[in-house]
DNA sequence: ACCTGAACACCGTTCAAGT
DNA sequence: ACCTGAACACCGTTCAAGT
């Protein structure tokens, strides 16, 4: 056959269709990729990176979702929490991917630009160079735990049969309210600024 | 050659070979398991149910070291800490595993067993059982969060040539003291716990 | 540059055959 | 019960050959 006069696919129908692979099964495979693309195998490699170039597609697709405007205009303890919130709701849509993540170092450039825009804020908001990781990796937590929530039908905990054993658990489990995703964060979140912002005390 | 007098392996050795394949790259494949034990691919199947068994083994034997005794006897507000402290010790000695762990929800009795108690200990304290999962994630979130940062030469960041774009970022990844982990660790439970004594008042 | 077709080494899983 | 040997369907990756 050879060359087409028009490419056939392109980076941006990959990690589409990844990403729809991880939704539904929580992984994906470049040959199944190939299969639904109708295209062969190897032409998958002519545009991505291997694997892992797939799975760096994946992390700047899920964060385009990501509202990082607020970061340059409001003070710190409202712009950090307004970004959480945008950041978890990026990820709370594909939860499914934040394991495929947490295999690969961050690399795309424009997650790497918003962590830098981040530690800008900390720093002109007063927090000392040496305490900037601490604070973001603390948010990051909340935020990617918050998100990982959607995982599974009632988050990570899929009891079978060993329900019987942990009463209680069912019962908590069973005893949560709708949007408890939602409220986990934001009792995390907010208990976490409040504890940032005494590291600014002198 | 048939069966042997004696069983050639066993699901404790399968597990500690996994752990120490997943300490070392990341990964383990069921092959390499059994080429390291000097058995054929086959034979893991006779002790272990699948892949997913191993995964379910590398919990167990993680989880082994966490400490839970003290949800029987301190304050709430000490025990949990204390449980969380523990915690996250036990997965910052084997941080890899966490994303294994996170695709595949919970299911070893003994963990299983001990988020029970702590749902007990909430539940003594005055928390309202609708919010007792609330409480529990969040802390999780920051303990398996901290953990994930002994993953990487410096956390997450591994920052190569695309460093020179984020200089705010290298900075503070630089200046970062020693104990950061530790510190991130405390800042975050220690605001969280302060959080969640919010939600006992009238 | 981009697709095919074929190849390679690897994986997870199963199962009859042997003791 | 537990091991082998062989088989199966699948995966990730490469590459010459074609346009």
């Given at each position: 056959m050879g060359r087409p006069r028009t490419a056939l696919i392109d980076r941006q129908r990959i990690t589409t269709e990844a990403l729809r692979q991880v939704d539904g099964t929580g992984g994906f495979s470049v040959p199944e990729i190939a299969r639904r693309l109708g295209v062969?195998?190897?032409?998958i490699y002519h545009h991505v990176d291997g694997r892992e170039g797939i799975v760096e597609l994946l992390r700047e697709r899920v964060c385009e979702?990501?509202?990082?405007?607020m970061l340059g205009t409001l003070p710190w303890d409202e712009a950090l929490p307004a970004w959480a919130r945008s950041y978890r709701a990026a990820f709370a849509a594909h939860p499914r991917v934040i394991p495929l993540l947490l295999a690969s170092p961050v690399r795309a450039p424009r997650v790497l630009a918003q962590y830098e825009a981040v530690v800008g804020v900390l720093l002109g908001a007063g927090f000392r160079v040496g305490e900037v990781m601490r604070v973001i990796v603390a948010l990051e937590n909340v935020v990617l735990g918050a998100a990982l929530e959607g995982a599974g039908p009632e988050g990570m905990w899929e009891l079978g049969e060993e329900g019987g054993r942990v009463p209680g658990l069912v019962r908590a489990l069973e005893a949560e309210p709708e949007g408890r995703a939602e409220a986990a964060f934001e009792l995390a979140l907010g208990a976490c600024v409040r504890g940032f912002r005494e590291l600014l005390l002198p």
């Open positions: 062969r195998t190897g032409s979702a990501i509202d990082a405007s």
